[in-house]
């Protein structure tokens, strides 16, 4: 049955329709490959078997009557900070331990609307803060290439299920990287999307200026599959877009023969992996090789990127993660009073890293501190907005690594915050300036591990850079290299 598990979405339709299989046993076979595989990974935080069963065989029975749906009958699985009704949505967080929503979040119900099927909810860094999945409250995920080193986070749950073939697709979110950044660490391909073009309800905010949610897949294909089905406006999110949705897959056919790309140097600069340097510039010269045009161009405010993110990201958290505090959410523990009952709460509840980013946000908040940190981290960001403007009129989309690096050992980051932020350099300028962002493999290094290839596009492009992603996979094969680890 592995066969079936190592399916793309595509095939996995095709082979529905003609009958070959059915919903029912590519579900099972999921099933059963998450008891094999999943307790050497931990990428699911709860598996949903008898919701997947239920949602494939109604899958089966509509598929009879003739029903033809976007994603029908296909097993997927989604980042715990996805509000799902009745399922516990923890957001890898022991403050939200038990917590069951009464409601779906709306890329959840359109996923059920559309057809597919939950296999269950996926590991993350706690409330997604974090670059490797270390943060959660709950359990490490491994990264299936080896399973001594991270999965990349905060989305580590969701890139570690897409690799080890423990589901055909996953979501996750990004706030700063987290879902390029892992997909990169475990070689999958995945899109964080515009800001506004997928509806945040029911997304358990991080930074709500800065947090969209995408898909993971196995190729630019079916992220264009599932980013149809999740995209476009939603009226219960006033920051999501009325921009009519093209269809994704449709739009891959097109032609890339002439399209701009731009490779800023500044993401080039020291400090790359050699080999994850070597990758990118080959992957540029490939789609060169298949008719686009590569220039170099600068992005002046590159440097500016970090320490505006982690200001403005920081005080958003802040203020999104007031709400826990034992009353109106989260785990309470009683104390001797009131303030006491609140600080024991959100002393049990909240880990190191939450804590320290809520401190750092209520510091540059706060009277005094707020127009030399909070409003200046504003007005950097528009400059940061402007910049990517005026490189979208140059050039049709941007190329650069993911990551600086690949997957790093367990441990050894963590211990240095700083660190753990420096690996957040090349995708974090993206959120800021609300623009989209494909990652895609592009090879691998001295030790076996993927490399991540990162595509930027102006706001709503997202149908070239699929284009683009899918131009590239036609013509190269990493993405469809698997890890032996897990035979
Ligand atoms: N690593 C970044 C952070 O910790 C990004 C996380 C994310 O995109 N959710 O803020």
Redesign the pocket.
Known sequence: MTEFTSLTISRALQLMRAGDISARELTEAHLQRIDAIDPSIGAYLAVTADLARRQAAAADEARAAGDDKPLLGIPIALKDVLSTKSIETTCGSKMLKGYKPIFDATVVSRLYEAGAVLLGKLNMDEF????STENSAYFPTRNPWNLERVPGG?SGGSSAAVAANMALAALG??????IRQPASFCGVSAIKPSYGRVSRYGLIA?GSSLDQAGPFARTAEDVARVLGVIAGHDPLDSTSMPTPVPDYVAGLRGDIRGLRIGLPREYFAEGLQPEVEAAARAAAAQLESLGAEVVELSFEHADYCLPAYYII?MAEASANLARYDGLRFGARVDGADLIDSYKKTRGAGFGEEVKRRIMLGTYTLSAGYYDAYYGKAQAVRTLIRGEFDAMFEQVDALLAPVAPTTAFPFGEVTQDPMRMILA?VLTISANLAGICGLSLPCGFDEDGLPIGLQLLGAPFSEERLLRLGHAYQSATDWHLRKPDLLG
């Open positions: 997604a803060m974090g670059s905060s979110t990004d706030t700063g990287g987290s991080y990201a957040d």
